[in-house]
C-alpha cells in the first residue's frame, strides 16, 4: 500500500520559502511606499522654492534685502516665508534666502530649503536665481 501526502521537511521547507517570499515582496512594499513619500515631499520642496523665487524676482531690488533678508530662517517676522508659500507642509520644513553680495548687479540670490522625512533624515533642495533692475 502506497501512501500519499506530504512529509513534515516538504512542509516546513514551503511555508520556509513562502514566509521568505512574502516577506520579500512586504520588503519591497514599503520600500516603494517610503519612495513615494520622498518624491512628494521633493516635489512640494520644489514648488515652494519657485514659488519663493517668482516672489522674489516680483519684488523691486530695492526692497529685496528687508523682504527677503540674507541668512533669516523662515523670513523676517513681518513677513514669514510660510505666508508666501501659502504654508509649510513638510515636516520641520525651513527656507533661508541667502547672496554673497546684497550690492552686486545683477544680485545673486541662493534659496534653501530643508526638512525632515517621516524617518528623521533631513533633507535640503536649493535654487538660485539673479535678479536685477
Known amino acids: 500500500m502506497e501512501k500519499k ?4 521537511v516538504e512542509i ?3 511555508t520556509f520559502l ?4 512574502l ?3 512586504l520588503n519591497s512594499l514599503i ?3 517610503y519612495l513615494l513619500d520622498i518624491s512628494q515631499e521633493e516635489e512640494i520642496a520644489s514648488y515652494h522654492l519657485t514659488n519663493l523665487a517668482e516672489r522674489i524676482l516680483a519684488t523691486p ?4 534685502t528687508d523682504r527677503f533678508p540674507p541668512g533669516v530662517e523662515d523670513g523676517p517676522s513681518d513677513n514669514p516665508y510660510a505666508d508666501i508659500v501659502g504654508g509649510y507642509s513638510l515636516n520641520n520644513e525651513h527656507i533661508t534666502v541667502t547672496y554673497p553680495n546684497p550690492d552686486a548687479e545683477p544680485l545673486e540670490l541662493k534659496i534653501t530649503l530643508s526638512w525632515q522625512d517621516r524617518k528623521g533624515r533631513t533633507h535640503t533642495r536649493s ?4 535678479k536685477s533692475r
Open 5 to 8: 501526502g506530504f512529509t513534515l
Open 12 to 14: 516546513l521547507i514551503t
Open 18 to 21: 513562502g514566509v521568505t517570499a
Open 23 to 25: 516577506g520579500v515582496i
Open 31 to 33: 520600500s516603494t511606499a
Open 61 to 64: 531690488l530695492d526692497y529685496v
Open 127 to 130: 535654487l538660485s536665481t539673479f
